[in-house]
């Protein structure tokens, strides 16, 4: 956004470009930590006016500030801070209001400069009267700046992501003296039985600020978690290097213990949640298995096929526990249990000398639980009616199954080569308990449509629609 605004309202070469970019990327750590709302000005290709290039407002505080102006430009004489520090490159204090007869922000300016030194930009940091009647703000707004115009540039990362009102913010200076540290800190090290961390070095033990002292060394960023006194730590150190030494150390401390908490219950939650899906599976095969006893002893062809069907149901719900109990997730995708459903009733139903032939192609569909065990039940009951009733004085054929996600729906077709549909058969009339089964699931559990019609044999198209928090 920073380069694109640029290129089309300044008169800036691409180096300077590249500089501002640079800064832009930390523009929000560096609103965050100044408790300010951070603004970069630059010349517009009319000298007389300047274009806000980039911007930022604090996740740490709440200030007024003004609405969303990024490439908007605005005439040179309406800020007259940011003006005299292009002009001049001097650091400059004032007030304003953020709006007519509003109240009044303090303001502070800085220049930036290209490599050469030469003055291309204005950084203002506007902050409540209340932030800097607290005596905070200078130190904290030199530290933002100092961040902004660090050489190297800091290079955009999870390091240097934002920050929240919750976070403990620790400065210290370039001998590793804290020269700052907010009320979020100083809770925190209190629990841990420091008291003043202003004046304290980085290399005092009792501070445990180890992570500091490695960035200070290095150079680098250095992120690291710590358990102390039942209390889980993360603390962020971020160097700021000016002409190749470390002139501050910013450091991020969080309190994460709840969150750890939260984290470990979830993690058992989910592992026995994935326990009871397997015991599930079990319990389904285990009744598989007793209907299968069942029907090898029945001597009536009846009863036999309907203990099939019965088994064939069971086994396509097991596989959906089967996914469940693998993965930390209650969700599934359609395709791969469609693939294990399709093997396991050729497996069940099928002679072993008749030569039958597969084709399956699929998107990836991912589904919540309940609604993939309704259309693994539905894709069950369908190839199942292929194979049973597809194939009557048939030695051979084929069975295929598409999968496909659209805009707005799922969609999934099965059909055979078979002998097709029998004249006048209507999918609304007909006495199939399978066919009833899928028309119920597919249009009440799952809001979706069920069309079957002769191609070539018989054609199955399930169509069921795309919820929007699935993402997908």
């Given at each position: ?52 290039v980039a911007q930022a407002k604090p ?256 086994l396509s719900i097991s596989v959906v ?60 009951e369908l190839i199942q009616n292929a ?86």
């Amino acid at each position: 956004m920073v380069s694109e605004i640029c290129r089309k309202i300044t008169v800036l070469n691409a180096d300077q470009i590249a500089v501002l970019e640079q800064a832009g990327s930390v523009l929000g750590l560096a609103s965050d930590l100044a408790y300010a709302q951070v603004t970069v000005y630059t010349w517009a290709r009319d000298a007389n006016y300047l274009v806000i290039v980039a911007q930022a407002k604090p996740n740490t505080c709440l200030i007024r500030y003004k609405p969303n102006l990024l490439g908007a430009t605005v005439p040179a004489v309406e800020e007259p801070l940011v003006w005299r520090t292009l002009t001049s490159g001097e650091s400059i204090s004032g007030e304003r209001e953020w709006a007519l007869g509003a109240d009044v922000l303090d303001m502070r300016t800085f220049p930036l400069r290209d490599d050469a030194g030469k003055i291309i930009a204005a950084v203002s940091f506007e902050s409540s009267a209340e932030e800097t009647a607290a005596g905070t703000t200078s130190a904290l707004i030199e530290t933002a700046y100092l961040l902004l115009t660090a050489t190297p540039t800091p290079v955009a990362s999870d390091g240097y992501r934002p920050l929240s009102a919750r976070d403990g913010i620790i400065i210290a200076d370039e001998r590793g003296r804290i020269i700052f540290a907010n009320a979020a800190a100083g809770s925190i090290y209190k629990v841990l039985g420091v008291g003043r961390l202003i004046g304290r070095r980085i290399y005092d033990r009792l501070v445990n600020l180890r992570v500091a002292q490695q960035a200070a060394a290095t150079g680098q960023l250095r992120e690291t978690e710590l358990e102390i006194s039942n209390m889980v730590i993360v603390q962020r150190a971020i160097p700021i290097i000016h002409g190749g030494e470390v002139v501050r150390i910013i450091v991020i401390v969080a309190d994460v213990t709840e969150l750890k908490k939260k984290e470990k219950e979830l993690l058992i939650k989910s592992a026995v949640i994935q326990e009871i899906h397997h015991r599930v599976k079990n319990n389904l095969q285990t009744i598989a298995s007793l209907l299968r006893l069942q029907a090898r002893r029945t001597p009536s062809a009846a009863v036999k096929a309907a203990l099939r069907e019965s088994v064939n149901r069971i086994l396509s719900i097991s596989v959906v526990h089967e996914f469940l109990s693998q993965q930390d997730t209650e969700v599934i995708d359609i395709a791969e249990v469609t693939k294990n459903i399709l093997d396991l009733v050729i497996q069940n139903m099928l002679e072993p000398d008749f030569n039958i032939q597969t084709v399956f192609n699929a998107q990836q569909v991912v589904l919540a639980s309940e609604q993939a065990t309704s259309l693994a039940l539905v894709i069950n009951e369908l190839i199942q009616n292929a194979l049973e009733h597809g194939f009557v004085g048939r030695r051979e054929g084929l069975i295929g199954v598409d999968i496909a996600a659209r805009d707005d729906s799922y969609q999934i077709e099965i059909y055979d080569n078979g002998i097709g549909l029998p004249p006048g058969f209507n999918v609304q009339t007909t006495g199939s308990l399978g066919l009833q089964i899928v028309r119920t699931l597919v249009e009440t559990d799952l809001g979706g449509t069920f069309q079957l019609f002769s191609n070539n044999g018989t054609h199955a198209r399930i169509t069921i629609p795309r919820m929007r928090e699935e993402g997908l």
